[in-house]
């Protein structure tokens, strides 16, 4: 059984902060690596991927891999009270396959 | 990225009865996944969707309960049937393109 591990919070940062959101995955064979933001009555939307060991940034998001460690991890640096949300962890093998979601951290954000 | 749309966006039905959920692509898609989301819980994979070839369900979910139509590469179906309040939940559609998936904006069902 794949599992997808994740804190499920709620994690409380002030705005302007560094949020730290993590994750751990349970098939060694894993290849891509997600994380999507989930607001409140809406769908999941695609936030950041990630495929090789290390960073990856975008804008104020930054995804990191560690696959010997089985470990990704989402930073969000200046914290907004719009990045108010839950963050969900998948994690994938090749293309065409569907996802195995964690259970999602709700990220806070105080003004 | 593609631009996925469900109908109906929200229902509320009667135990025993059946709805089916439709879920149309602006461009055509080798594979289709349906995912369900209950109350504050993560996605569960449903099935997957291949056109021209009948469903692959997961674990826990089956055809007579949940069955699914994929008649072309940009269309594809979900019918939840003789429900039962435990069926209540968001059902969502994805789609993969360039080896990321994108999510329709889900149909929210309450079962009464």
């Known amino acids: 059984q794949k599992e997808v591990e994740q804190n499920s919070g709620p994690l409380s940062v002030p705005e302007g902060a560094i949020a730290s959101l993590n994750c751990t995955y349970s098939?060694?064979?894993?290849?891509?690596f997600f994380w999507y933001r989930q607001y409140s009555g809406k769908s999941p939307e695609l936030i950041m991927s990630i495929y090789s060991n290390g960073d990856k940034e975008d804008g104020r998001f930054t995804a990191q891999l560690n696959k010997a460690s089985q470990y990704v991890s989402l930073l969000i640096r200046d914290s907004q009270p719009s990045d108010s949300a839950t963050y969900l962890c998948?994690?994938?093998?090749?293309?065409?396959?569907?996802?195995?979601f964690g259970k999602g951290t709700r990220l806070s954000v105080i003004a | 990225s593609a631009v996925i749309s469900q109908k109906p966006s929200r229902d509320i039905c009667q135990r025993g009865t059946s709805l089916t959920i439709q879920c149309q692509v602006d461009?055509?898609?080798?594979?289709m996944f349906w995912y369900r989301q209950q109350p504050g819980q993560s996605l569960t994979l449903i099935a997957t969707?291949?056109?021209?070839?009948?469903?692959?369900?997961e674990s826990g979910f089956v055809i007579d309960k949940f069955p699914i139509s994929r008649p072309n590469l940009t269309f594809s179906t979900l019918t939840v049937s003789n429900m039962s309040p435990e069926d209540s939940s968001i059902y969502l559609c994805?789609?993969?393109?360039?080896?990321?998936?994108?999510f329709g904006p889900g149909t929210r069902l309450t079962v009464t």
């Open positions: 098939d060694r064979g894993s290849q891509s």
């Open positions: 998948a994690v994938g093998n090749s293309g065409n396959t569907p996802l195995v």
């Open positions: 461009s055509q898609v080798t594979m």
């Open positions: 994805s789609v993969e393109e360039g080896n990321e998936q994108y």
């Open positions: 969707a291949n056109q021209g070839s009948e469903a692959t369900y």
